[in-house]
């Protein structure tokens, strides 16, 4: 729970009550919706089947419009009912019940409005950081930024042709090859894989782009072709994308006219924008969830990242399938180790780490089928442990 300061209680008019909340969301770093309104006619009619109606000094004057307004935090809205039909299964949800609320109502006997019937809790955190996260709080009011954006737009730059004087059908054939051998499952799929590609090179006359492959990518299969890489961390990434990636986003504010020191300074922003969007994932409030998980998958979901989420998915279908062909021995020297028999291949798990030696658990360091059909009592734990590294 985090209390937060109320508003102030007493304002002339509703004018004046806007200027005031603007700053005072900004002040204690809230985002707060209204919920309901109440307007002038409703107020009065509802006044007039009373006998407070009888009164006309009790009805409210026809320049108080509305006549009251509640407030709620940005995350009390109330869960609906979901009318989807499964498409995007995978959502982040920022509703979190929260109970701070409060009514802003005009006074008849001051003739002025009241704040009243407030709740100043949330059950969330309230920080800088997590204010950082709300759109309405990321507003950029600059005209010199509005204008560049214009310019851009009206110049609508195009780009450049990906491959070249290559045409699409032989740079998609060379595509096909290279992925072959990047995937490949055993020596004699990569060598199939790299005949085909120096063949086709040879007829359409791309001496060049072999002639780089055989120096810079072949004498290093260890680092990139699949069945070299089973016992490496690679996290199911194959190729290196992830550095393109990164270089491709440097080259937006790097390039070779520039100096030392305007290139460490680029280099500095880009590092800190980085690090920005890394504090905005975990600050946001709020948890993902998939409609098509059951309880099991979702304590997950909970512990990890989407992406971790869908890895071990995998993993849980196969162990809720094969729970039937393993068959766990536990070692008789060291009682950790335990060995797993019974599928195609014989592998070993500890049950202090959760760690296996199968090529899932060794490349993406995440629970494997084994672990999960070995520990099924204990699987929050697995999750939770794996959990601290799992930000991927």
Not at 20 to 42: A, D, I, N
Not at 257 to 280: H, P, W
């Amino acid at each position: 729970m985090a209390a937060v300061e109320g508003p102030d209680v007493y304002h002339a008019s509703w004018e004046a009550w806007l200027s005031y909340f603007t700053g005072y969301c900004e002040r204690t770093l809230q985002v707060l919706p209204v919920k309901e309104t109440m307007s002038r006619v409703e107020r009065n009619k509802r006044l007039l089947r009373t006998k407070k109606g009888a009164d006309a000094s009790q009805l409210i004057p026809q320049d108080i419009e509305p006549y009251q307004r509640t407030y709620i935090c940005t995350h009390g809205w109330q869960k609906r009912k979901s009318r989807s039909e499964g498409s995007r299964p995978r959502q982040h949800i920022r509703l979190t019940n929260c109970p701070f609320r409060f009514v802003v109502q005009w006074n008849v006997k001051r003739k002025e409005l009241e704040v009243k019937s407030g709740h100043f809790v949330h059950n969330h955190q309230v920080s800088a950081r997590a204010f950082a996260t709300y759109p309405s709080s990321r507003d950029v009011d600059s005209a010199l930024v509005s204008s560049r954006v214009d310019g851009m737009l009206a110049v609508e730059m195009r780009s450049k042709p990906e491959f070249g004087k290559i045409s699409t059908d032989d740079a998609g054939q060379i595509d096909a090859c290279i992925r072959k051998m990047v995937y490949a499952d055993s020596s004699a799929s990569y060598q199939t894989a790299h005949g085909a590609l120096k063949g086709l090179c040879e007829r359409i006359g791309v001496f060049g782009f072999f002639y780089y492959f055989e120096k810079n990518w072949n004498d290093c299969q260890d680092r990139w072709v699949m069945h070299r890489r089973a016992d490496l961390s690679h996290f199911s990434n194959h190729t290196n994308n992830r550095l393109e990636s990164f270089f491709g986003k440097l080259k937006d504010g790097v390039d070779g006219s520039m100096a030392m020191s305007q290139c460490i300074k680029a280099l500095v922003t880009f590092d800190r924008r980085v690090e920005n969007e890394y504090g905005y994932r975990h600050a946001r409030i709020g948890q993902f969830v998939n409609s098509n998980y059951d309880d099991e998958m979702a304590n997950v979901l909970r512990f990890t990242t989407p992406y971790v989420a869908g890895h071990v998915e995998k993993e849980y279908a196969r162990a809720l399938d094969s729970v039937d062909i393993y068959n766990f021995v536990r070692d008789d020297q060291d009682l950790h180790d335990v060995h797993v028999l019974g599928g195609h291949k014989p592998h070993q798990l500890r049950d202090d780490d959760w760690g296996c030696t199968c090529e899932f658990s060794v490349s993406m360091w995440l629970p494997c089928r084994h672990v999960i059909d070995c520990l099924p009592n204990d699987r929050i734990g697995c999750w939770r442990a794996y959990s601290m590294d799992a930000d991927c």
